[in-house]
């Protein structure tokens, strides 16, 4: 049934194209609301065996070279395919406002929703690869045609960097398959490389998707990518599409070649955290706070690559864990940096933005903000938590250094974020309102319409922005439900993950 | 052999002839050549399609001159097809003197596509290459009222010639060493000869011709100017069938009449052979197509640069060798001609259109015509390398075939460049559609659009759209070959695989 969020993603996608505009929106939101229903229906009704890679649909496809349309589904994956689903409907909720090009928009957006349901499902290696790579373009131009800052080198920078790694996953993947003869994820898996092939085929295998997973120091795309997109652009980037990476290196380079990643992991955590720790430093000196929250989604995604790293069962399920909350909170984050702040005061700079009073102004996005502060920063009760502390136990076993390091860093993350949450919404005593104009005009001049006069003027306290929006606040609040309740009760989820993780041959 | 025979076996290239001939009585004959020649033509190698299909499955005249085979025949019809593609630009475009003359020396090259596919004798081989050269030097050159198009006609014959003459050379040697210019006695002969300098002169100077005719470089000096210069319709028709043509012979010569003296292209292994000759080609075509191919503004020179590079990709199957190479080989080269005589019949509408083929007037194409721009994105999309589309699976394909070449994976140096220069290609192509989607109409571009289309709508809007009718359907009916070709390429793939002994 599953596999109907594929089929449901891309049939809409191809609707929007033909409909006319007015109904764009419409028809990006119910097909996203169905994927969602469709893998949340999975999740509830057991009827899959998730502790292992079970197969749903095979159909023969390019018999010649052993190509298989090959879906399976285990609890990894699955947890993917719903925090997909969730970053899908509150993207197009947070795109309500979307009026130019509509259908393009839409159609773009659903196209990489559809792909990462594709990746997240495949269980052949030719289609987990086809379906990664269907994701790049559509990225392009919903960052080309539809972003903001600086738009047309975030989007080829990001396409690039994806491409290479692309490039990478390309080698890799020829060399599984022609060593291993065959693409069958499961088949491989079983399958004895040589120490030899393994020993380089690993690390390009790895590093090729870990570029998408904002691996140090390849990491760079992601902050100029983020800060380009349009809102549900970054949202679906941060949310889904640094998964893909994640997901693909453990699925693919980490299950096939097990001795690789024994030979290689410890320069994978040691990449992980540095990417922690610098990430989070950098964060902490960024003016934009689209660049902090892009720099926030590198550091949190080291924390899933030192989950990985770990191979152990405690490691590699925060890991896990760590996808699907950073999918939450990290759209989230977005959600409110780019909806509900930048569209209405067409301003990110932390100075400029201290001096508005958005709390009074804004009181639904400072509430939201602080959920997702709170959540990012790993207070217990919320997802980043539950995910964090996995990881740390699992690392604590492998590698003791690391976790020291990375608790460093974790103080870097509550301070970065707290500075980027106070000087938003808290900074009432007004000190640094001075340049808000000037450094208004450096980023956006070109761009963005002059903000209306009040806001410009520092001495106006309390200035009137449009309400936060009924999509608005229900998209951030199924998020807000998911991080909460994951958070709460993450057994819900690990009793999901972990007897698949516990499959996989690296462990063994 | 009675001629009857004859005739029968030859019976697809005689209606091609016969049907050049009768495009020709027209053109002299009634003064609506541009509407009835394309007609008449189209329908001429439709019939010859049916001709191909229905030939025996197996026929050998003459020692190797006129084949049958599954191989030549599905090639055969290949070649007429792609043809076929390219006669609707013609009738779309009206600045071509003489249409008629133009589609019956097309149609001739078609013919030495036919006898150059359908040949395992180097003197054949080397009469279909004339025959096809002197075609494209004829349409290259067509629009006499164009300086470009001359100088294109003339940079192309001056390079085909000495090319030629080069292959013509080698050939020769080859003869004189083996006693015979049948591929298959050629094999035979070459396993007790040594790798000796005067058949290592003579294997090098054959290839140089073919590698001119792929364009791989450094033979490719000819192709910027040809693909920018030349009429729309002779640029598609150099850059497809020609090449599909030359790769199927060349494949075939080595492989079949250079096979005993392969060599190896192995990093750290390399033995002397054809092998390495065409690795070392195709890393330099690779290499150097791509990064001369970011620095164009003209999307022409850069499709032109670009196929330089792909010419490259497509050796690899070569060099790898055996059945699968080959096979892999034969279906990049096919898909990449389709992809390429739809890019060039969307710049042929959009140079109709604005009055030049230069990066600036495709700026915002996408708002002003969304079927064109949505068609290009496939095109250029599939050029790259991405999926859905045919050109993601035949990269697979391709570098999974040489990979699996040679002992220990020697030719991972090769695919290493290969992959290495399609990430570099990412960045031209996606230029060009950032410029098609996200570029605004120039105010030039813009104004002349406009001029143009208050002239039409006065003039005669229906004779216009009319006109350019056959190339839109073309460019949709192509769209939808790399798309259907990149979802299921087993269509395709399988036919070939079948049809290689």
């Known amino acids: 049934m599953i596999a109907w969020t594929i089929y449901i993603t891309f049939a809409g996608a191809i609707v929007l194209l033909v409909l006319p505009r007015v109904f764009a929106r419409w028809i990006a939101v119910v097909t996203a609301t169905a994927g969602f229903a469709v893998s949340l229906a999975t999740f509830l009704c057991d009827d899959v065996d998730l502790a292992h890679f079970t197969t749903i649909v095979r159909v023969p496809w390019i018999p010649a070279l052993g190509m298989n349309y090959h879906l399976a589904l285990d609890g990894i994956s699955l947890t993917l395919v719903l925090v997909t689903g969730i970053v899908a409907i509150s993207a197009v909720l947070f795109s309500w406002d979307v009026t130019d090009r509509a259908n393009e928009f839409f159609f773009w957006l659903l196209l990489v929703v559809g792909g990462s349901y594709g990746v997240f499902l495949s269980a052949d290696l030719f289609l987990l690869f086809l379906f990664y790579e269907l994701v790049i373009v559509p990225k392009y131009f919903l960052i080309a045609i539809f972003g903001s800052t600086n738009k047309e080198y975030g989007a080829m920078k990001l396409t690039l960097y994806s491409f290479f790694g692309g490039a990478l996953v390309f080698l890799g993947i020829i060399a599984a398959y022609v060593s291993g003869g065959s693409l069958d994820l499961n088949q491989l898996a079983q399958f004895q490389f040589t120490p030899q092939l393994q020993s380089w085929a690993f690390p390009v295998l790895f590093l090729g998707f870990a570029v998408l997973a904002g691996i140090w120091p390849l990491h760079t795309w992601a902050p100029t990518g983020h800060v380009a997109a349009p809102t549900a652009g970054s949202m679906l980037l941060a949310g889904i599409v640094m998964k893909l990476g994640a997901y693909a290196a453990l699925r693919v380079a980490m299950n096939l070649f097990p001795q690789g990643f024994q030979m290689w992991r410890t320069w994978i955590a040691v990449l992980a955290v540095i990417g922690i720790v610098y990430a989070a430093a950098v964060a902490l000196r960024q003016r934009d706070l689209k660049f902090v929250i892009g720099y926030s989604s590198v550091s949190h995604m080291g924390f899933v690559l030192l989950g990985l790293a770990t191979a152990n069962v405690f490691g590699v399920s925060g890991a896990v864990l760590q996808m699907f909350s950073h999918g939450v909170i990290g759209a989230l984050l977005f959600a409110v940096a780019g909806r509900m702040i930048y569209r209405r005061t067409h301003m990110r700079e932390l100075d400029a933005l201290a001096g508005m009073n958005l709390r009074d102004a804004l009181p639904f996005a400072a509430f939201t903000f602080v959920i997702a502060a709170a959540a990012s920063m790993g207070i217990p009760g919320f997802s980043g938590f539950a995910a964090e502390i996995t990881i740390l136990i699992g690392a604590w076993k492998s590698y003791p250094l690391a976790v020291w390091i990375t608790g460093a860093g974790m103080v870097l993350v509550a301070a970065f974020t707290l500075r980027a949450l106070k000087r938003t919404f808290f900074d009432v005593d007004g000190e640094s309102a001075a340049p808000s104009s000037a450094s208004a005009a450096r980023t956006d001049a070109r761009q963005m319409p002059a903000p209306p006069a009040q806001i410009a003027s520092s001495a106006e306290r309390s200035i009137h922005l449009e309400p936060i929006t009924i999509p608005e606040k229900l998209g951030a609040g199924l998020l807000m439900f998911a991080t909460l309740a994951v958070g709460l009760y993450p057994k819900f989820l690990l009793d999901r993950i972990q007897p698949a993780v516990e499959a996989m041959r690296f462990l063994k | 052999m009675s001629y009857l025979e004859l005739l029968r076996l030859a019976a697809p290239e005689a209606i091609v002839v016969v049907t050049a001939l009768a495009v020709l009585t027209i053109a002299l004959t009634t003064a609506r050549a541009l509407v009835l020649g394309p007609i008449v033509a189209a329908l001429g190698v439709a019939v010859a399609i049916v001709a191909v299909v229905m030939l025996p499955s197996h026929a050998n005249l003459f020692g190797g001159m006129l084949v049958i085979s599954p191989l030549n025949s599905l090639f055969k019809i290949i070649c007429l097809a792609l043809a076929l593609a390219t006669v609707p630009l013609v009738s779309s475009e009206k600045a071509l003197p003489n249409p008629g003359e133009y589609i019956a020396v097309l149609l001739l090259g078609s013919v030495g596509l036919m006898l150059l596919v359908g040949s395992e004798e180097l003197l054949m081989i080397f009469i279909g290459l004339e025959l096809l050269g002197l075609s494209l030097y004829v349409l290259a050159a067509f629009d006499k009222a164009d300086v470009h198009s001359a100088e294109a006609g003339l940079k192309y014959f001056l390079f085909g010639s000495t090319a030629s003459a080069f292959t013509l050379f080698g050939i020769s040697l080859i003869y004189g060493l083996s006693g015979s210019t049948a591929l298959a006695a050629i094999g035979q002969k070459l396993t007790t000869l040594p790798l000796q300098p005067l058949l290592a002169v003579g294997i090098v100077m054959t290839l140089i011709g073919f590698a001119f005719k792929i364009a791989a470089a450094p033979f490719h000096l000819w192709a910027p100017d040809a693909y920018q210069g030349a009429p729309i319709p002779s640029a598609a028709f150099i850059a497809s069938g020609s090449k599909v043509a030359s790769f199927v012979v060349l494949g075939k010569i080595v492989l079949i009449g250079f096979g005993p003296v392969h060599g190896s292209a192995d990093w ?227 036919k070939i695989i079948a049809s290689l002994p």
Not at chain 2, 319 to 345: C, D, H, M, P, Q
Not at chain 2, 439 to 456: F, I, L, Y
Request: hydrophobic content about 55%; glycine content about 10%.
């Open chain 2, 268 to 494: 750290h292994a390399m033995i002397a052979g054809w092998s390495p000759i065409l690795a070392a080609l195709a890393a330099f075509s690779i290499l150097l197509g791509n990064f001369v191919a970011l620095a164009q503004t003209n999307v022409r020179r850069l499709l032109a640069y670009s196929a330089v590079a792909h010419g490259g990709y497509t050796l690899l199957g070569v060099v790898a060798g055996g059945r699968e190479g080959f096979s892999a080989t034969l279906f990049y080269t096919t898909t990449y001609a389709v992809t390429l005589i739809g890019a060039f019949a969307v710049v042929g509408a959009v140079r109709r259109e604005t009055g030049g083929d230069d990066l600036q007037n495709f700026s915002g194409l996408a708002a002003r015509s969304p079927f064109l721009a949505a068609c290009m994105a496939i095109f250029f999309l599939s050029l790259a390398g991405l999926p859905p589309l045919a050109g993601f699976f035949g990269k697979f394909y391709l570098f999974s075939a040489a990979f699996r070449a040679g002992g220990n994976h020697g030719l991972l140096w090769l695919v290493a460049i290969a992959l290495f220069g399609s990430f570099v290609s990412l960045y031209y192509y996606l230029i060009v559609l950032k410029v098609i989607f996200v570029g605004e109409p120039s105010a030039s571009t813009a104004q002349r659009g406009q001029s143009n289309a208050s002239a039409v709508r006065t003039l005669d809007l229906n004779a216009s759209t009319a006109r350019e009718f056959p190339s839109r359907a073309t460019i949709a009916l192509l769209a939808a070959v790399v798309l259907v070709l990149g979802i299921m390429p087993q269509t395709l793939a399988a």
